[in-house]
């Protein structure tokens, strides 16, 4: 049998975590399955879309962390969004290595730069691609369940806080 300890497990029943693929999520249960006669202990993680078993052994590694605090949230992340936006690199295989880089860390300050960045990029330039619009789209569905489950609001008004931060950045231009 794996005998992993309470005490050595990095989460708990109830912990809200963020896997870099999956999303935000909650650990719901703790179970014990055995595969090829091997006893593996995982945390059961229920995210908006899916369920999904993350081993205990491998839940202190970088693809996974705790949520972002709502001070953090409302110190940070907003003060990201407000920031002047950088102008992104011409070339889209740099923008397309941001974009990977970004996604792959699951940080949720880059992930607000580059949902301020991008949006920004849109503005001036009048769109941008195919590929950066689908990216787009994550990261902000990224940082809006990130910030809604964190503060404890509804995803519709952080898409609406969100929103009017960035238009300030598109009122500057005109």
Known sequence: MNAIK???MP???GDKI???YYGVGQIIDIEEKILNDNATTYFVVETRNSTF???VEKADNERIRP???SETIEKNVVETLEADPQVMASHYKTRKKRIKDVRQSGEIVPIARLVRDLTYRQFTKGNITDVENRNLEKLRNRLVSEWARS???TR???RKKIRKILQQHRKEIA
Do not use: F, K, Q
Request: glycine share 4%; charged share 20%.
């Open 11 to 13: 989460y708990s029943i």
């Open 156 to 158: 519709r008004e952080v």
């Open 151 to 153: 503060v404890g609001t």
């Open 6 to 8: 309470e005490t050595e």
């Open 18 to 20: 963020v896997h870099a």
């Open 67 to 69: 949520i972002t605090s």
């Open 53 to 55: 078993w993350l081993p």
